[in-house]
């Protein structure tokens, strides 16, 4: 059974326009993390939530946003899609700085 | 700065031998690392982790060795399947809490 869920498994958007990626877990872990990953290349934290407090990486561009209404949910939103944003997105769940769990990732395309 | 990196991008290997992905990182420390195993198309599946504390650890067919003298892990499959065809990538844990640090991945092919 699949613990860590992320809908939907391809997405394709539209330069520009906002598009919202979504992670739910039933592993009830307090920390929920994203990763962007480009083809052949390793996964790349954008920001993570541990329990309600958010921490995003230095680099991680403003176009990138992330909510995380409760403990089960976690949202990537991103307002300005640009072609170099066409990546596999990954959610990732962990209990405090344990092994992380990640779902099967949203590939999104941008045209 | 930080970095966890693979020395080799590809490993080709006849089934049923034995495998050694290696692995080195820069932050002295770390003090935590997980392999991972990434299918095409798929997340990254958890492999096996080992803590600062220990050299050695086993798993079912894998085991990591742990070197922190010279920065040094690495991931070694025995009787490799073709089942065990993926990209496999250490990461460890960098200076701010939750942050695992990838390194860019080792492609494992296996030859019937």
């Known amino acids: 059974d699949a613990m860590v869920i992320q809908n939907p498994r391809y997405q394709v958007t539209q330069f520009g326009k906002p598009v919202t990626l979504s992670c739910s877990q039933t592993?009830?872990?307090?920390?929920m993390y994203w990763y962007q990953q480009k083809s052949s290349q390793a996964p790349k934290l954008l920001f993570h939530?541990?329990?309600?407090?958010?921490?995003n990486e230095a680099d991680t561009p403003d176009n990138f946003q992330s909510r995380r209404p409760n403990t089960s949910f976690c949202f990537l939103d991103i307002r300005s899609p640009g072609l170099g944003d066409a990546a596999m997105y990954l959610c990732?769940?962990?209990?405090?700085?344990?092994?992380?769990?990640f779902g099967a990732g949203t590939r999104l395309s941008v045209l | 700065g930080e970095s966890v990196g693979l020395h080799l991008p590809t490993l080709s290997v006849q089934e049923g031998d034995n495998s050694i992905i290696n692995c080195a990182y820069s932050?002295?420390?770390?003090?935590?690392f997980i392999w991972y195993k990434q299918e095409s198309g798929k997340g990254p599946q958890f492999i096996i982790d080992i803590r600062s504390n220990m050299d050695k650890r086993q798993g079912q067919r894998v085991t990591v060795l742990l070197n922190k003298t010279v920065k040094h892990l690495s991931l070694q499959i025995a009787a490799t399947q073709p089942g065990d065809s993926a990209v496999y990538f250490c990461a460890g844990t960098g200076r701010s809490q939750g942050n695992l640090i990838f390194g860019k991945g080792t492609k494992l092919s296996v030859k019937p």
């Open positions: 939530y541990y329990d309600k407090d958010f921490n």
């Open positions: 990732a769940t962990s209990r405090d700085q344990n092994i992380q769990y």
């Open positions: 592993l009830n872990h307090n920390v």
């Open positions: 932050n002295s420390a770390s003090d935590y």
